[in-house]
Nanobody, 121 residues
């Protein structure tokens, strides 16, 4: 099985920074796409940032210029550097990855357990 383990969440003041990490482990052959989603109470889960094989990155308009996604392919790890945090960034952040596995031989989307980010005003 594949597991995505997230870390780096916490409580910060507005204007502060946090760095989220997500490490994938298991019967991994390759990882096509890794990204971050977030979900605030009572709201739908939304894409924050994604990193696609080939170097393409995408960001939600609300985080452009403040968040940076990066990937360490050798470590099967993706990071989200968050700066100039705002109270509206408060949410549970979920790591997502599209992964090919050996057993079973398949490509599927996997999710982390989520890490809470709280930004106080």
């Amino acid at each position: 099985q594949v597991q995505l383990v997230e870390s780096g969440g916490g409580l910060v003041q507005a204007g502060g920074s946090l760095r989220l990490s997500c490490a994938a482990s298991g019967s991994i052959v390759s990882i096509n796409t890794m990204g971050w989603f977030r979900q605030a109470p009572g709201k739908q889960r939304e894409l924050v940032a994604s990193s696609i094989s080939g170097g393409t990155t995408n960001y939600a308009d609300s985080v452009k210029g403040r968040f940076t996604i990066s990937r360490d392919t050798a470590k099967n790890t993706v990071y989200l550097q968050m700066s100039s945090l705002k109270p509206e960034d408060t949410a549970v952040y979920y790591c997502n990855a599209r992964i090919r596995t050996i057993r079973p031989w398949a490509i599927d989307d996997y999710w982390g357990q989520g890490t809470q980010v709280t930004v106080s005003s």
